[in-house]
């Protein structure tokens, strides 16, 4: 058991909540179904290794990642299981991808051709999953590409098409679903002429969290399970349309039912100071304050990834308390109002984000990202790789 009292911030990440969230998974999916957890970005911000450990104990079969050199942080951590490199590999640094028999993502004529080269050298066939370009204009092989493919990889059998996939561009940001809808009709005629010209395509993929939760037309061999598997909605709409499909007519219900978030963030009071009223807090004299205050130094900032737009916005959470955040955020360190918590004390536990000890009140992604006009994903992806990540039941 880690003690704590040691740090002066970490990140808990609740080993009960993450299995009911795969539990959850497993059973909308079913059992044929590869589940892959997306653990790019440090599991986007919940710490790889420690995610990767709960996943591979929960259920799910593979992962994907963005950079090979994530995928080799994975396999030195002693991770076994497939993984898709689905960023571009340098071509000089394909040799070491190939070597660990990860399944490579395809969709440039130059990696195609090294790849080809590197598997001419070996026994197993390199494990190639095409990305098609359905509508996303992000990475992606176009439709008039496909046929070079095809004529290269019907001669290079070593490259083995293992995989195809596409990513949808407007499912998480929207309840009407006909732009989705378009890109699963391009993507079914690209492998229908893929396995016309002789290509099995074991494992078609398309489904992101918003895909998984909405359509399972869209689940084929596998899913890429990216933010959801941390207990976060990818959107307010994509909750709404989940909602509507379970029981049309009545969308309420608790927003935590399904899905349980993973992470809090955690800080320890580093000081505790009187503030005469009429006093200024922070740079920039930005906040004064209005009666006499408590304040609470704690000993975290922007660099921890507390974004700065908080400033005088957000608030942590003392002894169950919302306490606001008084003044700028600095780079190491904020200062909260405490007037109003009864025996604070130096030392003291806060959240910084995720639910009080009780239950009853909560820092939500999703409230932060509303706070800072940004989404719940780019507010758990910031948080520095420097900060402890434990895992608790
Ligand atoms: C990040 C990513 C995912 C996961 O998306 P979520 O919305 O987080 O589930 C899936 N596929 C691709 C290609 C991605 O880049």
């Given at each position: 058991m880690i003690d704590t009292r040691h740090f002066n911030t970490w990140i808990e990440v609740s080993e009960s909540a993450y299995a009911a969230n795969l539990r959850f998974f497993r059973r909308l999916i079913g059992p044929g179904v590869e589940l892959s957890a997306v653990v790019k970005s440090n599991a986007y911000g919940h710490g790889m290794e420690e995610i990767a450990g709960l996943a591979v104990r929960h259920g799910v079969d593979s992962f994907c990642v963005h950079t090979l050199d994530e995928a080799l942080r994975l396999r030195r951590a002693g991770f076994d299981q497939d993984v898709l490199i689905m960023g571009h590999v340098p071509l000089s640094r394909l040799a070491e991808a190939v070597a660990e028999d990860f399944r490579m993502v395809l969709y440039n004529r130059q990696s195609a051709r090294r790849l080809a080269e590197l598997a001419a050298d070996r026994d197993l066939p390199v494990r190639a999953h095409l990305k098609i370009?359905?509508?996303?204009?992000?990475?992606g092989i176009d439709e008039q590409e496909v046929d070079w493919f095809v004529d290269f990889l019907g001669r290079h059998r070593s490259v083995a098409v293992e995989g195809t996939y596409t990513h949808f561009?407007?499912?998480?940001?929207?309840?009407?679903?006909g732009y989705a809808r378009r890109q699963l009709e391009r993507f079914e005629r690209v492998i229908e002429r893929l396995r016309n010209a002789g290509f099995g395509v074991p494992k078609p993929h398309t489904a992101c969290s918003a895909a998984t939760l909405l359509?399972?037309?869209?689940?084929f061999g596998m899913v890429r399970l990216g933010l959801s598997q941390y207990g976060l909605w990818p959107s307010k709409e994509t909750l709404l349309s989940f909602r509507m499909a379970r029981s049309p007519g009545d969308v309420s219900g608790d927003e935590s039912a399904d899905l349980q978030p993973v992470l809090t963030w955690k800080t320890r009071i580093s000081q505790l100071k009187r503030v005469p009223s009429g006093s200024y807090v922070g740079y920039g004299c930005s906040y004064q304050t209005t009666r006499e205050s408590r304040i609470a130094v704690l000993p975290i900032g922007y660099a921890d990834g507390?974004?700065?737009?908080?400033?005088?916005q957000a608030w942590v959470l003392v002894r169950g308390r919302r306490s606001p955040v008084r003044g700028r955020v600095c780079m190491n360190l904020i200062m909260v109002d405490?007037?109003?918590?009864?025996?604070v004390k130096l030392e003291d536990e806060v959240v910084l984000l995720g639910a009080s000890a009780d239950g009853e009140q909560h820092v939500t992604a999703d409230q932060l990202a509303g706070l800072v006009g940004t989404i719940n994903y780019e507010i758990v992806a910031r948080l520095s790789t420097d900060l402890p990540r434990i895992v608790v039941a």
């Open positions: 370009e359905t509508g996303t204009y992000r990475q561009a407007n499912i998480e940001d929207t309840t009407e679903h359509f399972p037309e869209t689940y507390y974004d700065r737009r908080l400033s005088s405490v007037t109003d918590v009864p025996e």
